[in-house]
């Protein structure tokens, strides 16, 4: 009897109103095994906080989402939410002050937050984000599937991601879903897309977007925000990015910032006001477009 109860307490204590609303929660999104390319499961999965503060998580084998609670919202509606993907390269993830901090920011203004621990190492060469836009596309799909379980709106779910997490999360959100059954499953497109200086937008060989990156009346809504002085994404791709938006006419919203760099995520940097004026600008678009 006690075998039988047992996932429906699991899943009681994880969707009931004020149990333990602010610890996080994993959903897994391969329970049949992650398509390939795959990321050994040898080394395991660590993490480890550097000399400067920065949270890093390497060998993510298993593909998952953590939910950084489930705000009540006032009226009983379906609440919005947010999938955020972090940045590192396709080495490691960047998953605090580029993921739990944020989803903290938007569980404090009612909406739903999802840090999406995307597989990596996946290395930097061609096909290198191949494996986390396909946890991404998943993720949506997969949050859209369990709407009325997390009482979501599934009409207001975005995606959102941090450097090399705002290049998964552009690719994801612009190219059609191809893992495992997609096109059986709930739709994998973002009702928005937030992009803090996303890597790579910008193809390597030329002026174009990424190879496969198609705007059209169709793309969401999308949020832009990162420094003109960003070596590691140059302003280039952001302008190159919003242009496109505009041209097929997509609402668009892009923030440049003259000073900052790159990867504070939620850290504001001195003397770079603009490192901590973002979140502002973000929460005013969101409020125009439902959120």
């Known amino acids: 009897m006690l075998r039988r109860l047992l996932p429906v307490l699991v899943l009681f204590m994880f969707i009931a109103p004020g149990a333990r609303a602010a610890d996080p929660h994993d959903i897994v999104l391969w329970p049949d095994g992650v398509p390939e390319p795959r990321v050994a499961a040898e080394p395991a999965e660590t993490v480890e906080k550097g000399k400067d503060g920065i949270q890093r998580r390497t060998n993510v084998s298993v593909p998952r989402l953590v939910v950084h609670g489930l705000p009540p ?5 379906p609440r919005p939410a947010v999938i955020v993907a972090p940045g590192g390269g396709y080495s490691i993830l960047a998953d605090e002050h580029e993921g739990t901090d944020i989803g903290r920011w ?39 599937r369990r709407a009325a379980e ?8 975005g995606l959102m991601g941090f450097s090399a997490g705002g290049h998964t999360a552009l690719v994801a959100a612009t190219t059609k879903a191809g893992f495992p059954g997609a096109e059986s499953a709930p739709s ?7 992009l803090i200086y996303p890597w790579r937008v910008v ?16 793309t969401a809504p999308t949020f832009i925000a990162q420094t003109a002085d960003d070596t590691a994404s140059p302003v280039r791709g952001a302008l190159a990015l919003y242009g496109a938006l505009t041209t097929a006419k997509v609402p668009a919203e892009l923030h440049v910032y003259e000073k900052g760099g790159h990867g ?13 004026d973002w979140p502002a600008r973000l929460a005013d678009w969101l409020k125009t477009h439902g959120f």
């Open 106 to 144: 938007f569980n404090d203004r009612g909406i739903v937050a999802f840090t999406l621990l995307y597989r990596v190492p996946t290395g930097r060469g061609p096909g290198s984000d191949t494996g986390p836009v396909m946890d991404a596309q998943r993720a949506v799909s997969e949050v859209r």
């Open 73 to 77: 919202a006032a009226d009983g509606a």
């Open 188 to 194: 994998a497109r973002p009702d928005v897309t937030i």
């Open 264 to 276: 504070y995520g939620m850290r504001p940097r001195d003397g770079a006001p603009g490192t901590g």
């Open 150 to 157: 997390l009482r979501i709106d599934p009409a207001r779910i």
């Open 203 to 218: 193809a390597d060989d030329g002026p174009g977007l990424w190879p496969g990156v198609t705007i059209d009346e169709g």
